[in-house]
C-alpha cells in the first residue's frame, strides 16, 4: 500500500508565497510521475503540474511562471513551490503518484489526502 502524505497548505495573502510537499511511504514500487492537482468546490480536477522520472515538468498555463514542482527520489518526496499567490490559486491542493509494483509490474495511481491552500485579496 503506497500512502501519499501531504504538507504546507494553509492562509496567505495575495502575491506570496507557499511551499506544499508530499512524501510517498510504501515499499515494493517505482515511481514514474507524480503531479499537483488543484480542486475547487462545484469544479473539476485541474492538473497544475506534473513532473516524470526524468525530471521533465510540465504546468498549466494558469500558473506557468509562478509555480515550480521538483522532486527528492532519495526521498519519494514531491515539492510545489507556488509564488505571486493570486486569490484564483485557492483550492484544495491533492498529490498523484503514477508508479509501478516490483513484485508484478502493475501500475497503480494514488492520491493524497489533499491540502487546503487560500489565499486572500
Known amino acids: 500500500q503506497v500512502q501519499l502524505v501531504e504538507s504546507g497548505g494553509g492562509l496567505v495573502q495575495a502575491g506570496g508565497s507557499l511551499r506544499l510537499s508530499c512524501a510517498a511511504s510504501?515499499?515494493?514500487?517505482?515511481?514514474?510521475?507524480m503531479a499537483w492537482h488543484r480542486q475547487v468546490p462545484g469544479k473539476q480536477r485541474e492538473l497544475v503540474a506534473t513532473?516524470?522520472?526524468?525530471?521533465?515538468?510540465n504546468y498549466s498555463d494558469s500558473v506557468k511562471g509562478r509555480f515550480t514542482i521538483w522532486r527528492d527520489n532519495a526521498k519519494n518526496t514531491v515539492y510545489l513551490q507556488m509564488n505571486s499567490l493570486t486569490p484564483e490559486d485557492t483550492a484544495v491542493y491533492y498529490c498523484n503518484l503514477e508508479g509501478y509494483r516490483h513484485s508484478s509490474f502493475v501500475h497503480f495511481a494514488s492520491w493524497g489526502q489533499g491540502t487546503q491552500v487560500t489565499v486572500s485579496a
Open positions: 513532473i516524470t522520472s526524468s525530471d521533465i515538468t
Open positions: 510504501g515499499t515494493g514500487f517505482s515511481i514514474n510521475a
